[in-house]
Nanobody, 115 residues
């Protein structure tokens, strides 16, 4: 069974940092692309960043230069380092993967940026 479990969210002041983690299980993690998506209140899902199994990471323009996606294949975990956070980054952050043609999502972790 594929499972994705996010952690690391919380309340942070503008300009602060957080690191999110997504622990994966039930598939050969190192051979699949992993993606972070976020959903702000009242809005649809927004793609944030993708790290492929091989190749370069890609980022959405609003987070480019502030967020860094990385992965540890030995730990079956993908990370999202978020710096210089702003109120507009407030959202539920979810990790996703397409495994064997099925799209899987974690339950999400809340990030709130507020003073």
């Amino acid at each position: 069974e594929v499972q994705l479990v996010e952690s690391g969210g919380g309340l942070v002041q503008p300009g602060g940092s957080l690191r999110l983690s997504c622990a994966a299980s039930g598939f050969t993690f190192g051979t699949y692309d992993m993606t972070w998506v976020r959903q702000a209140p009242g809005k649809g899902p927004e793609w944030v960043a993708t790290i492929p199994s091989l190749g370069s990471t890609v980022y959405a323009d609003p987070v480019k230069g502030r967020f860094t996606i990385s992965r540890d294949n030995a730990k079956n975990t993908v990370y999202l380092q978020m710096n210089s956070l702003q109120p507009e980054d407030t959202a539920v952050y979810l990790c996703t993967a397409v495994v064997r043609f099925m799209h899987y999502w974690g339950q999400g972790t809340q990030v709130t940026v507020s003073s």
